[in-house]
């Protein structure tokens, strides 16, 4: 029965994909390889320390202040009040990996915005 053209290309390419499978997983583990070797290297210049807290060393605080009025939250519906306290977290953590943090306040924190952020995120009590 004859093959149309495009049945035709569909079948040579599954072959070739087919043949080229032993060289893909070889790319793989060759890939993989160095992956670990370029981890190991640095773990033995590292002398064993962590990158975040050798980053952390070096940090130079900004005497910069953001402060962040949360006296709103009243007017604003859950939805607003859930994305607010996900822009906060985030804003916390990128300062918290930042070379020049800086001082960051929020003020008027009470109604909806704290018991969502005490339902959801229980560890915002810790920050600094």
């Not at 906060?88 to 300062?95: D, M, V």
């Amino acid at each position: 029965e004859p093959i149309s053209k495009r049945q035709r290309k569909k079948l040579l390419k599954q072959k070739q994909w087919e043949e080229q499978k032993d060289l893909r997983r070889q790319k793989r583990k060759e890939k993989r390889q160095k992956r670990k070797l370029e981890r190991q290297s640095k773990l033995d210049s590292n002398n064993g320390g962590n990158d975040r807290k050798r980053m952390r060393r070096e940090v130079v605080p900004s005497t910069l202040r953001l402060i962040v009025d949360c006296s709103f939250d009243d007017l604003m519906v859950l939805k607003d009040v859930k994305k607010l306290h996900k822009q906060i977290q985030r804003c916390y953590a990128e300062n918290r990996k930042a070379f020049h943090p800086v001082q960051f306040y929020l003020t008027s924190h009470g109604g909806q915005l704290k018991s969502n952020m005490n339902e959801n995120d229980k560890g915002w009590v810790n920050w600094k």
